[in-house]
């Protein structure tokens, strides 16, 4: 313990407080991590590769995918690693570097969110318009902001939390360096900085969730004024994927960084954060995918076209 104590490493306690359970929980984990990374990769190259998806809306889904993708690389490749090891540890500076990725990714995503919800109330309330309202140019200052949202919140939040200072036990309840459950072990008062957190964190949902409501309150509006049936089908269709993954994602954000900490107990806190970090992940292309007409098609497409050439060599063989 006084090794322990006198190390700059952090000792992380893991997902799971029964152990038995390791290695179908692993096995759990490891499958979610490979089907989530394989879809937003498919769904970034499906993007890249169809003339048809090369629109605004599907521009702002790729970077949702490029996201994604490197929110659970954030936290889970260590998970896994921590769960067949005996060494849990993870350095100061790998502690650090952790939390200011996951505050990039899960800021960026909030923002991006919002913004794919603007898309969505131009593409609905003003297609004519919307060539122009969304061009290539816009599309690029969007996606930028949102990345630069989310560094934001990265590069303000993360030196305060690693220059609290830390002693005694180094051990973290939790499976990632989640800032409340590092600030746990300060041994300084951090009320102050936790109630400047938590107003950062309320902006940050806020500034989003109030664009969502805007825009599908305009939507709706626009929706029931339609006289077309198709016209209200495809409507419905085209923001239902995005409204299902607002929910979802915004739902546990709101869980871990608004709800007061009294309501709160590191089981749940634990589950809520495996729910957004690993699972969510592994929903978001699903869903866009699963749902989208031109999506399934483009993967078909590709499909087919590697079929036939593997006939092709085949036969050449």
Request: glycine residues 4%; hydrophobic residues 50%; proline residues 4%.
């Given at each position: 313990m006084k090794n322990i104590t006198l190390s700059s490493d952090f000792i992380l306690l893991g997902l799971l407080v029964n152990n038995k359970a390791t290695g179908i929980v692993f096995a759990v984990i490891f499958a979610i991590f490979v089907v989530a990374v394989t879809a937003n990769l498919v769904m970034i190259f499906l993007i890249q590769v169809d003339s048809r998806l090369h629109t605004p809306m599907y521009f702002l889904l790729s970077q949702l995918s490029i996201m994604d993708t490197l929110f659970i690389c954030t936290t889970v490749p260590k998970l896994l690693v921590d769960m067949v090891s005996k060494e849990k540890t993870i350095s100061f500076v790998g502690c650090g570097i952790q939390i200011f990725l996951y505050l990039t990714m899960i800021g960026s995503e909030f923002f991006l969110l919002g913004l794919m919800a603007y898309d969505r109330y131009v593409a609905v309330c003003n297609p004519l318009r919307y060539p122009v309202l969304m061009n290539r140019r816009v599309c690029l200052l969007l996606a930028a902001g949102a990345w630069f949202g989310g560094s934001l919140d990265g590069f303000l939040l993360t030196p305060i939390t690693m220059n609290v200072p830390y002693c005694g036990?180094?051990?973290?309840?939790?499976?990632?360096?989640?800032i409340p459950a590092v600030l746990k072990l300060a041994c300084a008062d951090t009320s102050l900085y936790e109630t400047l957190m938590y107003i950062c964190c309320v902006l940050m949902l806020l500034i989003p969730i109030s664009i969502i409501s805007t825009s599908y309150s305009l939507i709706l509006l626009t929706v029931h004024q339609m006289c077309s049936s198709e016209g209200?089908?495809?409507?419905?269709?085209?923001?239902?994927?995005?409204?299902?993954?607002?929910?979802?994602?915004?739902?546990?954000?709101?869980?871990?960084?608004?709800?007061?900490?009294?309501?709160?107990?590191?089981?749940?806190?634990?589950?809520?954060?495996?729910?957004?970090?690993?699972?969510?992940?592994?929903?978001?292309?699903?869903?866009?995918?699963?749902?989208?007409?031109?999506?399934?098609?483009?993967?078909?497409?590709?499909?087919?076209?590697?079929?036939?050439?593997?006939?092709?060599?085949?036969s050449d063989a």
């Amino acid at each position: 313990m006084k090794n322990i104590t006198l190390s700059s490493d952090f000792i992380l306690l893991g997902l799971l407080v029964n152990n038995k359970a390791t290695g179908i929980v692993f096995a759990v984990i490891f499958a979610i991590f490979v089907v989530a990374v394989t879809a937003n990769l498919v769904m970034i190259f499906l993007i890249q590769v169809d003339s048809r998806l090369h629109t605004p809306m599907y521009f702002l889904l790729s970077q949702l995918s490029i996201m994604d993708t490197l929110f659970i690389c954030t936290t889970v490749p260590k998970l896994l690693v921590d769960m067949v090891s005996k060494e849990k540890t993870i350095s100061f500076v790998g502690c650090g570097i952790q939390i200011f990725l996951y505050l990039t990714m899960i800021g960026s995503e909030f923002f991006l969110l919002g913004l794919m919800a603007y898309d969505r109330y131009v593409a609905v309330c003003n297609p004519l318009r919307y060539p122009v309202l969304m061009n290539r140019r816009v599309c690029l200052l969007l996606a930028a902001g949102a990345w630069f949202g989310g560094s934001l919140d990265g590069f303000l939040l993360t030196p305060i939390t690693m220059n609290v200072p830390y002693c005694g036990s180094r051990s973290i309840n939790h499976f990632f360096c989640e800032i409340p459950a590092v600030l746990k072990l300060a041994c300084a008062d951090t009320s102050l900085y936790e109630t400047l957190m938590y107003i950062c964190c309320v902006l940050m949902l806020l500034i989003p969730i109030s664009i969502i409501s805007t825009s599908y309150s305009l939507i709706l509006l626009t929706v029931h004024q339609m006289c077309s049936s198709e016209g209200r089908k495809k409507a419905f269709t085209t923001c239902s994927s995005h409204l299902t993954v607002v929910s979802i994602f915004y739902g546990a954000a709101f869980y871990t960084y608004v709800l007061p900490q009294s309501f709160h107990t590191p089981e749940q806190d634990k589950v809520v954060s495996a729910f957004y970090t690993i699972v969510t992940p592994m929903l978001n292309p699903l869903i866009y995918s699963l749902r989208n007409k031109d999506v399934m098609g483009a993967f078909k497409k590709i499909f087919s076209q590697y079929s036939s050439v593997k006939k092709v060599s085949t036969s050449d063989a």
